[in-house]
């Protein structure tokens, strides 16, 4: 089950900024009014999304933040209507100032007080990107949350499935099973990279070894750029070199495995899986 959560906080972002006061001959530190205002909406926007326990383990966080175009992102020829200066009607980087890392403690604090997850330290991966607005929205905050392994809109599958016979036929069968499964995942939303889908043209083409030994290499470099491995539980797999092969090194990896039909769709985990 997926359970990533998304949510928008609608405005302009406001980057965490704190004040100093001496209290009894001591330093401390309070969030200002604005910031105070702005956690406040980021936990409005977010309760809605809370879910039955507060999220726990590893988790990845991911914020986009979309401010105001400048003037001069919004200016236009007035015979054409083109944009001058060659700014895109898309998003454009914002490279300035506030700092990512104070937008990002805006966020978690907001978060915090809305219960979505137990603490902020469970984040251990993160990402913050600014930008000014394309031409047709306005300012706002998007933001997404989920337990690591879950994978996000750019999280990459592999796709492991049996390949190598003696017969060709076998080899020819075997491929486009998989370049089905592969395009039923797709059609889905996921990113897929099958090594079969990918290296049988090559090999056939080129006259190259079939076997695991001969691409192991180009496989499990690309598993370890992969977010999950997804075994295509198709007739040979268990007897397959290579998918054991690359369900051991994804356990290894500590990436989640998943199981689908010749069709793609998913399945339990396969009693003699381990």
């Known amino acids: 089950m997926n359970t ?6 609608p405005g302009a972002p406001n980057a965490k900024a704190k004040k ?3 209290l009894n001959g001591h330093a401390r530190g309070y969030n200002d009014k604005a910031t ?3 956690q406040n909406l980021v936990t409005l ?8 326990r507060p999220l726990g383990g590893p988790l990845v966080l991911e914020v986009v933040a979309v ?3 400048l003037a001069c992102h919004c200016r236009r020829a007035k015979r054409t209507g083109a944009l001058l200066g060659g700014w895109p009607e898309g998003r454009i980087p914002k490279d300035s100032r506030p700092d990512f890392d104070n937008l990002a403690k805006s966020i978690c604090d907001g978060i915090n007080a809305a219960g979505l997850w137990e603490d902020d330290a469970r984040v251990f991966d993160g ?3 600014k930008f000014y607005a394309a031409t047709d929205e306005v300012p706002h905050v998007e933001v997404a949350l989920r337990p690591a392994g879950q994978g996000g809109p750019d999280a990459l599958t592999y796709l492991a499935s049996p390949y190598s016979d003696l017969n060709p036929a076998v080899r020819e069968a075997r491929y486009l099973v998989v370049c089905d499964v592969a395009a039923a995942l797709s059609r ?10 990918h290296g049988h043209g090559i090999a056939k083409h080129g006259v190259l070894p079939i076997g695991w030994r001969y691409w192991q290499s180009l496989d499990l470099r690309m598993l370890a750029a992969c977010d999950s491995l997804t075994v295509a539980c198709l007739d040979g797999w268990r007897e397959s070199d290579g998918v054991q092969a690359e369900m051991a090194e994804a356990r290894r990896r500590g990436l989640p495995v998943h199981y689908v039909d010749d069709r793609g769709n998913g399945i339990k985990e396969p009693r003699d899986a381990a």
């Open 45 to 52: 926007s977010a309760q809605g999304f809370r879910p039955d």
């Open 4 to 9: 990533t959560i998304r949510f928008t906080v």
């Open 67 to 69: 401010y105001a175009r």
């Open 20 to 22: 100093l006061t001496v």
């Open 188 to 197: 889905r939303g996921e990113l897929v990279f099958s090594p079969i889908v």
């Open 127 to 129: 990402r913050v990107r």
């Open 36 to 38: 105070a205002t702005y």
